[in-house]
């Protein structure tokens, strides 16, 4: 195992701590291994979180305009629902606080005993859980859809529409119509490292690829030869229209690269998942390409598309800085 890191089971930690010291705006809840905005407005509270390994989802997203808390557990493992319930107080301004989960049973289960926690202290508390990965219906760690790279616009859509003032409900309703028209799938070129295990999840060959492998290596729908990126967009658009109708509508798109595939290899793809969409009739408004969330160090990618309307179009261009995306 080569990583930059010092103690294996304290990386989390680490991984808080400078991004808190890089950026002034946030802190970090070493306790409870939370990130927060040190000034948080008198609107709806947004939290977030799930296990680490997925940089810079979800403590990325921390910042005006998107979440107000992230809830960080270990590697690929759920935060405690004591934590949860910490970032819950936190954010708490006498305007409800709404819980992005994504659908995994273990950070269901966490943040749904942190949201009872929460009530029996008098905190109006929501919840919307994301399910945008189209690849399987059950897996390993989920009952239906998995929640992947479609949780970075779920998070910008809520945050607009708290920032603007909105009420829990209201935010609640138009984060479900995003979650309702956003799909996503994935493929992996190689495996992960998580640092305390020291060694690659799972095997799979120099010229293989998995077809619609999850962000914590679980199998995916068929394993194949490597293919062009052309052909691997093919694949993912035809898996993603299949589930949805996309066609004569406007979309935001992002490609996701998994931590280990280059800038050089993800514009490549964007390049041709724009002609594809084009010939299928679905026009991009708005395109994000990079590492929105990632699967440690594992080679791969992902694409996510969300059917916008005018309102979802006005939450998307409403301003916000956080660490990794700013507009």
């Known amino acids: 195992m080569k990583k930059i890191i010092n103690d294996p089971t304290k990386v989390v930690n680490d991984t808080l701590a400078g991004l808190a010291y890089s950026n002034p705006s946030l802190e970090y809840l070493k306790e409870y291994n939370v ?13 977030s979180g799930g296990g ?37 107080k936190k954010v708490n301004r006498n305007k409800g606080v709404l819980l992005i989960v994504t659908n995994y049973s273990g950070d269901i289960m966490n943040f749904d005993m942190a949201k009872e926690l929460a009530e029996v202290e ?11 990965d189209v690849a399987v219906e059950d ?12 949780t970075v ?37 190689s495996s992960c490292i998580i640092p305390s295990v020291g060694k690659e999840i799972f ?38 229209l299949n589930d ?43 395109a994000f390409v990079g590492n929105y969330m990632t699967s440690m160090e594992m080679r791969g990618c992902s694409i996510t598309l969300l059917k916008i309307d005018s309102e979802l179009k006005e939450l998307l261009d409403y301003p916000c800085n956080t660490t990794v995306i700013k507009i």
């Open 244 to 286: 949805f109708d996309y066609s004569n509508s406007e979309v935001a798109l992002m490609i996701n690269g998994l931590g280990a595939t280059s800038v050089m290899e993800l514009n490549i793809l964007a390049k041709d998942v724009h002609e594809l969409l084009k010939t299928r009739k679905v026009a991009v408004y708005k």
């Open 139 to 150: 897996s390993t760690f989920t009952t239906g859809r998995r929640g992947i790279a479609g």
């Open 153 to 189: 616009l779920i998070h910008k859509i809520a945050g607009a529409k708290a920032e603007m003032g909105f009420s829990l409900s209201q935010v609640k309703s138009v984060t479900n119509k995003a979650i309702a028209n956003i799909r996503s799938f994935g493929i992996s070129l």
């Open 35 to 47: 990130i927060l905005k040190r000034e948080i407005k008198h609107k709806v509270g947004l939290v």
């Open 52 to 88: 680490s390994g997925h940089e810079p989802a979800q403590a990325g997203y921390v910042g005006e305009g998107m979440l107000d808390a992230a809830v960080c557990g270990n590697v690929f493992a759920s935060p405690g629902p004591e934590a949860i319930y910490e970032g819950i």
């Open 122 to 132: 008098g905190v109006e508390v929501e919840t919307v859980i994301v399910n945008d």
């Open 203 to 240: 095997d799979i060959g120099e010229d293989e690829m998995e077809i619609g492998m999850g962000v914590h290596g679980e199998p995916g729908v068929e394993r194949t030869k490597i293919k062009t990126s052309l052909e691997i967009a093919e694949i993912m658009i035809d898996r993603i």
